[in-house]
């Protein structure tokens, strides 16, 4: 069976520290992976999505970039970490287009 | 654009007591429409696809349903172990879900 690792599941870094948060996906070969943020009461949003080894694909302009050195693992990054990067993240993985995306634990991430 | 919205915010439900989450979108050319639930300081866990109007899905206490425009989450006999926030999300390309705000509900013994 599939499963996702994501972590850390916690983090506190100051203003201007840099982030990685890192994902891999075990029991599936080149799936589509998504790095998503939730904000308390809204929705999720997409960041990030691949379809493959280095194929990223970037959904808002913002302070965060996203890697995918290897075919199951997908990182999340900054330089410079600001105080609206604070949230949920949660990294997903799907089978392919159109098909459900399954969700890791998620990482919170307090910036101070 | 809000692409799917999701009703009521909050629903606090007596042990027993059935009710129905809705969710609804304005997506053309929907790919799939997906229900998830999600535990406090817990990633999504999915729970049902639906692809066509008139579709239904059922698993254990929980029941989707899919029109054109809408879906429903009905709950049947809920126990306090349903309480959860239920995420409703909308497929309408190959690799963008576009997710609702959550209804969160509580059920009280």
């Known amino acids: 069976s599939q499963t996702i690792h994501q972590w850390p599941a916690t983090l506190v870094q100051p203003v201007g520290s840099p982030l990685s948060l890192e994902c891999t996906v075990e029991?599936?070969?080149?799936?589509?992976l998504y790095w998503y943020r939730q904000a308390a009461g809204r929705g999720l949003q997409l960041l990030f999505y691949s379809v493959g080894i280095g194929q990223i694909s970037s959904e808002v302009p913002q302070n965060l970039s996203a890697s995918r050195p290897q075919d199951r693992q997908f990182i999340l990054s900054s330089k410079k970490l600001l105080l609206s990067d604070s949230g949920f993240y949660l990294c997903?993985?799907?089978?392919?287009?159109?098909?459900?995306?399954?969700f890791g634990e998620g990482s919170w991430l307090t910036v101070v | 654009e809000d692409q799917v919205t999701q009703s009521p915010e909050a629903l606090r439900l007596q042990e027993g007591e059935s009710s129905s989450l809705n969710c609804s979108y304005t997506?053309?050319?929907?790919?799939?429409l997906f229900w998830y639930r999600q535990d406090p300081g817990k990633g999504p866990e999915f729970l049902f696809t639906?692809?066509?109007a008139g579709e239904e899905k059922e698993k254990e206490r929980l029941k989707a349903t899919l029109t054109k425009k809408e879906s429903f989450l009905h709950i049947t006999a809920p126990k306090p172990e349903d309480s959860a926030t239920y995420l409703c999300?909308?497929?309408?390309?190959?690799?963008?879900?576009?997710f609702g705000a959550g209804t969160t509900v509580t059920v009280r013994a």
């Open positions: 639906l692809y066509s």
């Open positions: 999300a909308v497929s309408y390309n190959d690799y963008k879900l576009s």
């Open positions: 997903a993985w799907s089978s392919g287009g159109g098909n459900t995306i399954y």
């Open positions: 997506v053309s050319g929907l790919r799939g």
């Open positions: 029991g599936t070969s080149n799936p589509n």
